[in-house]
């Protein structure tokens, strides 16, 4: 599988590709970073034009590799058309590797391989959260891109950069949105909801009174309730929508124990057993989504992928359904949040073929590539100037009224809680998880959580 | 003369078959060293160290401080982290139940199987299917089977009005760990089953034609001539599955995930070790796991060899 493009590859690399063990990793990565010296310098003068994916030209015989795209949704099949094309295009081949569902766990397999030097995946795609933890084995993109990170959204060029280098390449952008039955508002004359009481409202009427009229099975509201990630992006729309804050603050305050957070999971805490069944405790986004698609829900919180598998031909709410920003919180200062999401592509710094790993990425993030994407699947392409595309707007007619959501997402605190984000992520939603299966108040939840986080933060991030 | 030689030869024989069972021997000495004693030690190593999975060569000897410590008057550490000892209290409460429930359940099995009749070939080879299912997979069909939206066991409860709303049997925190022992039992059950049905079809008839002849009853012969013939079998059975429902990650991780309600020790130690990039606290866990296991296999081994000496 591994073919040595060219002679002039040094030959400590091919000595370090058995090699497994820990206490060589330093000896490998070294290795690493000498072959991919050698790498650029040869590209540079074999690529005259990088952004024609000329690469099939500087090789006479083409190579292989591997990218790890999503799993949620149509990800994995709009991925594999894309990666593809650039096969066709460039002569080489790719492989397109099946990943895990929940980010959680697909941030473990990423940190394995990376953490043991493996080259066996060149591309990754990295979560928008991942950067600060897996930059310093990411290769700096800066030098294959040639300017077309200038297209993208300047905050998520800024994401990807880390130290100066640009580790990933914005590949589409996500954020919180409420999914809604059309028919079924229409039906009861209800309108959007625009604040979570009157969410709760809406959904247990028209639950109760579809029940009493036959559909046993309708739930008022479903989202992302299992102990992961994803609770954390639900969660924190809910308290960032009631003014109570994003638990920790960009100065590094955590801000988590505070009153209007305490009515945020106190309300959402309401639900289930009413609106939304027990059973939501356990649900990732495509359970979510198989309840609202089979017909059986009123409202869903959702990413945008939602969008195109429900006007899928074969579906059963086609034409029937509804999105909107989510609603905002209870009382002043409130405002409607949505969690700031997305993916980027990076390529790892193992990989035996970065020039051709790169090429695919500037390929695969190109305003070409992101509009069949858009298009196709209903990913935000991560490019202004696709957004007043005709073609685009016509697929998802929703995405000219939904800028500004996209623009006001809040993101998580990432960036100031850098490499031990996924311990108080985890903290945070083994808390919230906690509320919502009636296990403790929401009072003492939280203020043991500030304790918890106060923890991990010791005297500074 | 004659017998000095003898025993001299007998003692060069003697050395010389030493010799040769250590030289056979030694390939999977080296091999066990390598693969199991080695990532031990380095792995107790570790856990007195600071080291990052992601960054594992920079790393310092910190002492104890992974286990307990404390600093500005609270205390951190492992012992100090109560979703540890939710963890622990889990994986406890897991291995007794199911446990003791598949030994009971296993024990019923074989005792069936014993007995002669038409179409047994075929009835052992079928109890045997859950076993042979991996357990990812088994646990995964559970998952739909028990999922409270579509899953199929919810829809039979309903539709035999046993239930009115569907129950979410993987969800509701008052249900998850009877879910997890449930799934548990159908998948390991065949295993103790089948132990236990070798060691019935090795007993001894006379005992039980002498039996016969006293007009012994049924059950008092149970009690009194099989229980304590298969029981140096059954312990075996059952500190080998005590060992491995302590250890237990797969059925627990696919069925609820990284959820502290239902978190066992190994999930406790794989999120910290690859989630949250501590090689040094996950060594520690994973090291302290070790010896969890190792001394709960030492106390039912000298329980069952106390027993034993009493009978």
Redesign the interface.
């Known amino acids: 599988m591994t073919h040595i493009a060219s002679a002039t590859r040094p030959v400590v690399e091919l000595e370090c590709k058995g090699i497994v063990m820990?206490q060589f990793?330093?000896l490998c990565s070294l290795a690493v970073l000498v072959s991919t010296g050698c790498k650029k310098s040869e590209d540079g003068a074999v690529h005259k034009k990088p952004t024609e994916g000329s690469s099939a030209a500087s090789a006479t015989e083409s190579i292989e590799l591997s990218i790890s795209c999503g799993s949620v949704g149509k990800d994995y099949d709009v991925c594999k058309e894309g990666v593809e094309a650039w096969s066709k295009k460039t002569g080489h081949q790719a492989k397109v590797v099946s990943s895990p569902t929940?980010t959680?766990e697909k941030?473990?397999v990423a940190?394995?391989l990376?953490?043991a030097g493996a080259s066996d995946i060149d591309v990754f795609s990295v979560d928008v959260i991942w950067p600060g933890?897996l930059g310093?084995?990411l290769l700096d993109l800066k030098p294959y891109a040639k300017g077309a990170e200038n297209e993208h959204f300047p905050a998520l060029i800024a994401n990807g950069t880390i130290d100066g280098k640009l580790v990933a390449m914005p590949w589409f952008i996500d954020a919180g949105l409420l999914y809604y039955r059309k028919d079924l508002l229409d039906k009861y004359h209800a309108q959007v909801p625009t604040t979570w009481a009157q969410l709760t409202e809406t959904a247990r009427t028209i639950q109760d009174a579809e029940r009493k009229a036959g559909q046993k099975?309708l739930q008022g509201f479903v989202f992302q309730?299992?102990?992961?990630e994803g609770l954390t992006c639900n969660a924190l729309e809910w308290i960032a929508s009631y003014g109570g804050g994003t638990i920790v603050e960009r100065d590094g305050k955590v801000s988590i124990d505070n009153p209007r957070a305490v009515a945020a999971l106190d309300l959402a805490g309401s639900w289930f057993g009413t609106i939304t069944?027990?059973?939501?405790?356990?649900?990732e986004e495509e359970?979510a989504r198989?309840?609202f698609q089979?017909g059986?829900a009123v409202f869903m919180r959702n990413w945008p992928y939602a969008w195109a598998m429900a006007q899928d031909p074969g579906s059963q709410i086609k034409d029937k359904v509804g999105v909107a920003a989510l609603p905002r919180g209870d009382g002043d200062a409130t405002r409607p949040a949505a969690t700031l999401g997305g993916w980027e592509l990076a390529v790892s710094k193992f990989s035996a073929h970065p020039a051709e790993a790169a090429d695919l990425v500037m390929y695969l993030t190109s305003a070409a590539e992101q509009k069949r994407r858009a298009i196709s699947g209903g990913y935000h392409p991560t490019l202004p100037s696709l957004y007043s595309d005709k073609d685009v707007l016509a697929a998802s007619p929703f995405f000219a009224n939904l800028a500004d959501t996209f623009k006001s997402a809040v993101p998580r605190p990432s960036t100031v809680t850098g490499?031990k984000y996924?311990?108080v992520s985890?903290a945070f939603w083994?808390a919230v998880?906690?509320v919502l299966?009636?296990?403790k108040s929401a009072k003492d939840a939280l203020a043991e959580l500030a304790t918890n986080i106060e923890?991990l933060k010791g005297p500074k991030w | 003369m004659t017998r000095k030689l003898q025993t001299r030869d007998t003692s060069w024989l003697a050395a010389s078959r030493t010799r040769s069972a250590w030289l056979f021997l030694a390939p999977m000495l080296v091999i066990l060293a390598l693969v199991a004693g080695w990532p031990l030690l380095r792995t107790i190593w570790l856990a007195f160290t600071d080291a990052n999975t992601l960054q594992l060569e920079q790393r310092k000897w910190i002492g104890f401080d992974n286990f307990l410590n404390h600093q500005d008057g609270r205390w951190y550490g492992v012992l100090a982290d109560p979703v540890w000892w939710r963890s622990v209290k889990n994986t406890l409460w897991f291995t007794v139940c199911t446990v003791s429930i598949e030994t009971v359940l296993g024990f019923g099995i074989a005792l069936v199987l014993n007995r002669s009749f038409p179409g047994r070939g075929l009835v052992r080879a079928a109890i045997l299917i859950p076993w042979a299912i991996p357990c990812v997979v088994s646990a995964r069909i559970w998952g739909w089977l028990l999922n409270d939206q579509f899953g199929l066991i919810n829809h039979v409860l309903q539709s035999l009005h046993i239930v009115e709303h569907p129950v979410a049997w993987t969800a509701d925190p008052r249900l998850l760990m009877t879910s997890v022992v449930l799934v548990d039992v159908w998948k390991t059950t065949p295993f103790m089953a089948l132990l236990i049905l070798a060691a019935l079809q090795m007993l001894p008839k006379e005992c039980y034609e002498a039996a016969l002849l006293d007009g012994t009853h049924p059950i008092k012969v149970f009690w009194r001539v099989t229980l304590p013939l298969v029981r140096p079998a059954l312990m075996v059975a059952v500190i080998f599955r005590a060992i491995d429902a302590l250890r237990v990650f797969d059925v627990i991780y696919v069925l609820t995930g990284a959820n502290e309600q239902s978190m066992s020790m190994s999930i406790y130690a794989r999120q910290q070790l690859f989630e949250f990039n501590q090689a040094g606290y996950g060594s520690a866990v994973s090291t302290l796991l070790f010896f969890i296991v190792a001394l709960a296999t030492i106390v039912l081994l000298v329980a069952t060899r106390v027993r034993l000496g009493e009978d």
């Open positions: 820990k990793s330093v929940s959680s941030l473990a940190q394995q990376l953490g933890i310093s084995f099975d309730g299992k102990a992961y069944p027990i059973g939501a405790l356990n649900f359970e198989g309840v089979s059986n490499s996924n311990q985890s083994n998880h906690g299966a009636k296990q923890r």
